[in-house]
């Protein structure tokens, strides 16, 4: 094998020497060839590399990578799984209580901090499913913000409008209309794909900022749901207490981790069973591997355009939902433009192999990279978390450009094969 | 001629669904017009209620009506303009119809529009350009965003540690032609999907640029004595028409004609169209797609950096963190518009940046209603990729990493 030839190239990638067309019709299929190369050993040492090439630049601005990344680890709550002890958690609606390894207080720093990670991981996972479920039918949705913002305007709308309906169907409403509103965003995009062929990737980024204004107006000064109490504000009313989903950990008053993260956790199932055991889900990953082949097998290509993508928008615009009655509780002008939680979506489901197990694990590490650094958690005597902040923006950047590099993971797996291991033995087998 | 044969050639040259679709789109337009002061005022046959909210909403309905009744009748594309035109034409007729007479007229002050409108147009151009050329040679570019906040930081960082503009703009092109390398080679070499890799170029632009504008000049922002881009006379009738400009608006204007001959007569314009139509076509006579692609992909780079150095150095006089706000993707939107042409670019450029200088000039009477004009070039991109102004067709490569053979 020469040496200025990548070495993946020769036999383990022999599709690869072909045309790119046949090698790569669609985004899926590339992801389908390099998910059996790389297995879970990719993502994890993506992941590593690109907190090493982080660690350098904290290394050259004058501080110590070591203790920086102890602070964020710690800002994040992850120390607390290191303190066993003889606690016990109480059982909601008794006044039994069971005995438990961890101190769930969360009084404690390091408890309060996990329940934050935890808060963030929640749309985390939903954002993450939203670009990998298109993904599975050859669609890249960027799409993730503008779906999510629609979801929380709508949830927003909902929570502090509708005064007078009941706890539980008023809780209900408000998720469900912000899912819809989501799956609408979405599905425009898979609309223009279906009908006349506008490239979905276009499509989503013109939709994320048309949801960036209309937010902006809608909640802005004298806008539609600017609050009634205080006009010099750009924000909307509060969220009534029949509208906000039960707390489960920690302080309602203080951002306590609320009922929304079992929803995501279901979704996570809900995302793997309907892929992989449903007719529906079947046929978007047909889509996703071969167009053509699938029309030539009598799917509606367009038919599942249109739904991949506003299935897609339904998680991003049930995320939306649930920030806004789960913790935040109002929308500000702000929020609107701050926000960037769909953008980390794109890097939690490419980390995560666009599969269920692997968004949960991605949506974990990233809620604790923003919790770990933002300026709550951060100690600022060890480092700035207005640098942090930043140096976690640089980090996810790195993840993503190393994951998206098919040559690279063909390098390693290539690395990994002479080590003979045995998974991937199999793995070169079906390509050959 | 008798009057039959003449319906019957009309029917030739315009078949009925498609006269009725472009009658709807006239009738979108006009419910934007007839809701503005200066219009229902001065045209005497105008009904007096001209100026009550139902008039749009009737007129742009009836658009929207002939739209649907055209696309169901097959002429998909008109038809569906049509009703996205009186969709728009509603909304706006209404905002419209909620201003005051008196302050709408004196706010579109045409001069003053047209300098707002030739400031928020250039960052716009610069990276259209640039992002053009770089579709043209077959790599999307979403990375243009990143580029020009590379340019604005990198453009401020140069122009004050070197005490000059110019070397603020050496420095902005240096930084945004890296952060092109970067996705140059992820694209090309690496054959990382494209998306992928310039989103990734966004969010590394925006943690290097705010790390390091922390890291150097912390709470207190870039100061205040930053050298400027100077403003300059224009040279003969273009004095005469434009008077003082800054100098990048000026070299935006040099930009577009050069883009222009660059990419339509000469060799190396041909070589970077052929490359992104056909590269397996260009590789057989001898072109070397990768370099082609490189090379344009850091030109892109850096004209993208160039505009967000007029944006820090030319404009503000300063750099905040994630100061372009979304004028990258504006500028893919311009890309796009203008149909990956350098004046197509240059014309949705100027169209964006008026929408831009109307958003802020309508804050007076409008009130925060006018921000809605801010989501205008998204929602003109959305119509015109849904097939509308002739459709918008990209390089047939664009897109595609390219293997070697």
Redo the contacts between chains.
Sequence with gaps: MSENEPTGERDAGAP??????A?APT?AR?LAFYQRAGGIVTPVLTAVFAFFMGGI?VLA?GHNPITTYKAIFEGAGLNWFFHFGNYHIDIPFTNDHVWFWWDTNTNHTAAYNLTQTLLTTTPLILTGLAVAFSFRCGL?N?GGQGQYIVGAIIAVWVGSRFVDMPHLPHILFGIGAAALAGALWGAMAGF?KA??G??E???T???N??A???G??LL????PLQNHTDKSI?ISDTVVDDAKLPAIWGNPALQALHAGIFIALATLFVFYIVLNRTTLGYEVRAVGFNPEAARYGGISVGRNFILALAISGLFAGLAGGLDILGWQFRLGVLDVQVSNIG?IG??VA?LGRNTAVGVGLGALLFGSLLTGTSTRSLDPEIF?P??A??????????I??F??????ILYLWQVRRKLRLPGLARAAKEQA | MSTVEFAAKLRDRWPTEELVARIGIVLGLFAFVVALPAVSKHVSWFPPTAREAWWPALIGLTAVGAGIWAASRGV??LGWTAVGMGIVGIGLGILATRASEGNLGVVVVWSALLSATLVWATPLTFAAIGGMICERSGV?N?GLEGMMLSGAFFGALGADKFGSWPMGLLCAGIAGGAFAL?HAY?SI?????Q???G??????A???T??FF??VYGANGTPGDIPRIPEMPGLGFLGDVFGHLNFMIWLSFLLLILAHIFLFRTPAGLRIRAVGEHP?AADTVGISVYGVRYAAVVMSGILAALGGAYLSIGYLGSFSENMTA?RG?IA??AV?FGNWRPFGAFAAALLFGASTALSFRLAQPW???S??F??L???L??IA???VIG?ST?PAAAG????K?
Excluded at chain 2, 400 to 403: A, K, N, S, W
């Design positions: 690869l020497a072909q045309d790119p067309e090698y985004v590339r630049v601005t890249f960027i223009l009908t006349v506008a490239h990737v276009i499509t980024i013109m939709l900022w048309v960036y204004w209309a902006s107006y802005g000064r004298d806008g750009p953008f794109i890097a490419l700035p207005e640098l902040g930043n140096l976690a923006l640089m980090i996810q950047a790195l993503l450009l994951v998206g590099a098919d040559l690279l | 998909t594309r999307v979403i970067v992820m070499h690496l054959r990382a999907d998306i992928v890799s989103t990734a170029i966004n969010f590394l925006l943690g290097v705010g790390y922390i890291q397996r979304g993707f893919l939107a796009i009130g925060n209603a921000v809605l801010q989501a070039p998204y929602v991109t959305l990729v849904a097939g459709r990209p595609r990493p390219y293997v053979q």
